[in-house]
């Protein structure tokens, strides 16, 4: 019989051999106008604008940057999240556009497989793989091979979901991911803060905050106009006028595509059912519950997103799955709506394809549908809930 130490064992060498593998791959098939086809790009332009002292959100050295490395596109990539993303841009100053690329691919792999262990903790350790469903979930995938943003988002849900009744301070700093792009956690965000004073937990706050401030300070060192830059640049940049595939630019474009007030009533109408949704489970809510809920609807109802931001969807899908099995519901319609995103994924959809549409509503619809009026669920919940308490 096989110990428990030689199991461990040899995980971690097959682990091991696996990022090796990959390595090895990234190092002789990557290259310079590889990565400058790739979003990644805008971050380690705007590292490399950072690291000498000059504007990382400048379209023209931008586009001067990204046209050396080899990019067709005469249309540069910025980046555009706002200065507290800094600390993730500047490691890439200092590297080429393809050594960039290969650390940026391993940071979104490391980051990936936490996740997934986190999801596995917080659903009460349970025998079954389902979890590693995450390896080839569809938006996360699009991350990787795009070098997107999106599983930062999910990582930073995964530590506040993990340490926010343990170590609520580091559950706050964990959410300066999500503030990185804030426009898709407003309804979450409003939701968290009336949950932090009914509950004074303000630790969580503190921890956010402080790590908002190291953040901005982190910027204020290496750009002292960063904060005026990134103004102009979203002013001027038109962000707002491109057609990316979300319900809310959908609902604009059908009724007046130059009312861009239009673009925002979804996630106004899903903060006023968020108010709603929490004051009637205020004294029993439940993050990993009625949280995971509430995080979909904010995805879906996000004025601007793309496919590659679902990625943060991924705790409720595999708490649904869990939900499903528990209650001996079908993974039938699971299997359809992630089999069809990998589909269009690997036929060579593109993340702006209004093609992609369908996910948010579709991600939404299966988390309903696995976890309604299932009681199942709450025992499921309780049990990882008291896994994560004598962890700690």
């Not at 239009?262 to 009637?280: G, N, R, S, T, V």
């Not at 799955?321 to 299997?335: D, F, H, K």
């Not at 690997?346 to 549908?369: D, K």
């Amino acid at each position: 019989m096989i110990t428990k130490p030689v199991r461990v064992f040899a995980a971690t060498c097959i682990v091991a051999a696996g990022f090796g593998y990959f390595a090895a791959l990234c190092f002789f098939i990557m290259s310079d106008r590889i990565a400058s086809q790739k979003d990644f790009i805008s971050y380690w332009a705007a590292g490399q604008q950072l690291m000498h002292g000059a504007n990382p959100y400048d379209f023209d050295a931008v586009r001067s940057l990204e046209l050396a490395t080899g990019r067709e596109d005469n249309h540069p990539l910025l980046m555009r999240n706002p200065p507290i993303a800094f600390f993730l841009a500047l490691p890439l100053g200092l590297l080429s556009a393809k050594n960039g690329l290969v650390l940026w691919l391993f940071t979104l792999l490391a980051c990936l497989s936490i996740s997934i262990r986190l999801i596995w903790l917080l659903n009460g350790r349970p025998d079954s793989r389902f979890h590693l469903f995450g390896y080839v979930f569809a938006p996360a995938l699009a991350c990787l091979m795009a070098g997107q943003f999106g599983i930062f988002l999910l990582l930073g849900v995964l530590l506040f979901l993990y340490f926010h009744q343990t170590r609520p301070f580091i559950a706050g700093t964990a959410l300066l991911f999500c503030a990185m792009k804030p426009h898709l956690f407003l309804p979450f965000a409003i939701v968290l803060f009336l949950w932090i004073v009914a509950r004074k937990s303000y630790q969580i706050l503190a921890g956010f905050f402080s790590a908002l401030l190291a953040s901005c300070a982190l910027s204020y060192c290496f750009d002292i106009h960063a904060w005026s830059q990134y103004l102009q640049m979203m002013s001027t940049g038109k962000a707002l006028d491109e057609p990316v595939p979300v319900l809310s630019v959908v609902l604009r474009f059908l009724i007046d595509r130059h009312a861009v007030w239009i673009q925002f009533l979804p996630e106004i109408a899903a903060c006023c059912w968020a108010l709603w949704y929490f004051w009637k489970r205020r004294n029993h809510w439940s993050w990993m519950e009625h949280g995971l809920l509430l995080l979909l609807v904010s995805e879906m109802c996000a004025p601007y997103g793309w496919f590659t931001d679902e990625t943060m969807a991924l705790p409720a899908i595999l708490y649904g799955v869990y939900c499903a099995v528990e209650s001996r519901r079908s993974l039938l319609p699971l299997g359809l709506i992630a089999g069809i995103a990998l589909i269009e994924l690997f036929v060579g959809v593109q993340i702006i394809s209004p093609y992609y549409l369908w996910t948010t509503p579709a991600w939404l619809a299966w988390f309903l549908y696995a976890t309604g009026s299932n009681r199942k669920s709450a025992k499921l919940l309780r049990g990882g809930l008291a896994e994560i308490a004598d962890s700690h």
